[in-house]
């Protein structure tokens, strides 16, 4: 009969806090019973745990156990508490020494065998204990390829509570991660199998650069979806600090590799039409999970037939759009996910889609602005750039001169964001991420006469002051592009065209 605790890490979102996991054994009718706001998977530990003990060779205490988990305040989910309450209960009642696990948090699914499974979210879990100062992590050895990822913290494994159990009374050890480098990575989509459609991929030079939003419209076979695919090839590597959160976000979907790798790559999402909102931003009963647009976070969210998406899956972008962030609010409180993702979307320009173009379309023209319409005009005043593809002529599919690479556009736009980085400081990283007010600094405001097409526009009420500000963002990406120090009046044209689908 006794007391004692051990730690282990609740997940709300991304961010983690650090749990303590305390038991008590007294005398009375056999009974366990946990506090501390669990949820269903967590109060059901109570059979997973008993069975899991007793399958490990180990005594279960036959009196009164309370398990507690503070802060009482804060919800627990999820079986990845297994692990800790088996061990705090017999450290409790079985007097199994715990003092090697003093600077610890143990995470872990126990099956009813004994076996340790793994769980999601360990990399945020043990990043979060890091932080707040703990030196060592016990997780399964499913994870702990992800769990090696933080830096300044110890981290082993265990296979089954049998060998934790072992370690404590000091007859078995611990396992050590295997030091094997990560799998190399499938090169990404090239950009020089995109033929006879420069236009398209001067919009994508443009939001890789400036790290802008993008919508093409375009037949059947313009190069919509091939160009999009391609964008990842071209945008930097993921700095280390981007890596983790990717990373972190799909650890705690569950869509993590089995190596466990830090993600280098920008992510791409590609959700079917047919995806609600929950899917699209996030949601779900209880605890609200990522969504397409989180897990896009520093990469691309390509939203393929657009038009056919429900208005209010699309509209529910607009202020994640803005903010870079998804705040869900659910009975069990506020998730607060990251979603700083390039939005690329690809629409049909009618419903009849023939390959030829307008010249071979036959939707009248009442039905043609009905389907353009499903994309709402606060959403679209969001996207940067707007561009029609024409359909791809035969001459440039037997065309056999040199097509550039991704490899040499993605250094022209590491060049560029440079440019951006350097003149921002710390305000924005790119040119799509800078504030309206420094826009309108002195140090880098444009002059009248350069900004005369934004203004003409504007003033016809043809052009919001989000999109004015949206165009000036581009300019100054073509500039960096273009190697100028300052945007000229024809990237300020460019910047427009781009925006209003107007003629080459």
């Known amino acids: ?134 030196g060592f992590a016990v997780v399964p050895q499913a994870n702990i390829t992800e769990a090696r990822l933080v830096p300044d913290i110890e981290v082993r494994a265990a296979d089954c509570l049998g060998r934790i159990l072992g370690y404590l009374y000091g007859s078995e050890n611990l396992l050590d991660p295997v030091l094997e480098g990560p799998p190399p990575e499938p090169p990404p989509l090239d950009l020089a199998d995109v033929l006879g459609q420069e236009r398209g991929r001067r919009v994508i030079e443009l939001a890789a650069a400036g790290r802008h939003h993008v919508a093409m419209f375009g037949p059947p076979g313009a190069g919509k979806t091939m160009l999009a695919a391609r964008l990842p090839g071209v945008l930097p590597p993921l700095c280390d600090q981007e890596a983790i959160e990717v990373t972190a976000l799909h650890s705690i979907a569950g869509t993590l590799a089995p190596t466990g790798a830090l993600i280098r790559r920008a992510p791409i999402q590609a959700p079917h039409h047919t995806a609600s909102v929950s899917a699209l931003v996030g949601g779900g009963s209880g605890l609200a999970k990522p969504g397409a647009i989180s897990l896009a976070h520093h990469g691309v969210l390509f939203l393929d037939e657009c038009a056919e998406f429900a208005s209010g899956v699309l509209d529910a972008l607009r202020q994640p759009l803005e903010q870079g962030e998804v705040r869900l609010r659910r009975t069990y409180g506020e998730t607060v996910y990251p979603a700083q993702a390039q939005l690329v979307m690809a629409a049909n320009p009618c419903p009849c889609a023939k390959p030829g173009g307008r010249q071979m379309c036959q939707c009248p023209s009442i039905i043609r602005r009905r389907y353009q319409a499903r994309l709402s005009g606060p959403l679209m005043d969001r ?64 002059s009248r006469q350069i900004l005369r097409p934004l203004t003409v526009e504007m003033d016809r009420g043809r052009l919001s002051a989000r999109g004015f500000e949206r165009s000036v963002r581009v300019a100054w990406t073509i500039a960096d592009l273009d190697g100028r120090q300052r945007p000229e009046a024809a990237d300020v044209r460019e910047a427009l065209e781009m925006r209003s689908r107007t003629a080459r």
């Open 383 to 446: 996207v940067d750039l707007q561009v029609d593809l024409d359909p791809v002529r035969s001459a440039a599919l037997l065309n056999t001169e040199h097509v550039e690479p991704s490899s040499v556009i993605a250094k022209r736009v590491m060049m560029a964001r440079q440019a951006a980085t350097e003149r921002w400081g710390a305000s924005a990283r790119t040119n799509g991420d800078v504030s309206g007010a420094m826009l309108r600094d002195k140090r880098f405001r444009l």
């Open 1 to 134: 009969m006794g007391y004692a605790m051990v730690r282990s890490v609740a997940l709300h979102g991304v961010a983690g806090e650090v749990i303590v996991v305390e038991a008590d054994v007294a005398p009375g009718l056999p009974s366990l019973v946990v506090s501390g706001l669990p949820d269903a998977a967590l109060s059901e530990a109570r059979d997973r745990v008993r069975a899991a003990v007793h399958n490990s060779g180990a005594y279960w205490p036959q009196q009164r156990i309370t398990v507690n988990l503070l802060p009482a305040h804060v919800r627990k989910h999820g079986s990845g508490f297994d692990t800790a309450v088996a061990i705090a209960v017999l450290a409790a009642g079985a007097d199994l020494p715990i003092g090697r696990l003093a600077d610890a948090v143990v995470l872990g699914e126990l099956g009813l065998d004994g076996t340790i499974r793994p769980v999601r979210g360990v990399l945020p879990a043990v990043l979060a204990a890091s932080r707040a100062g703990v």
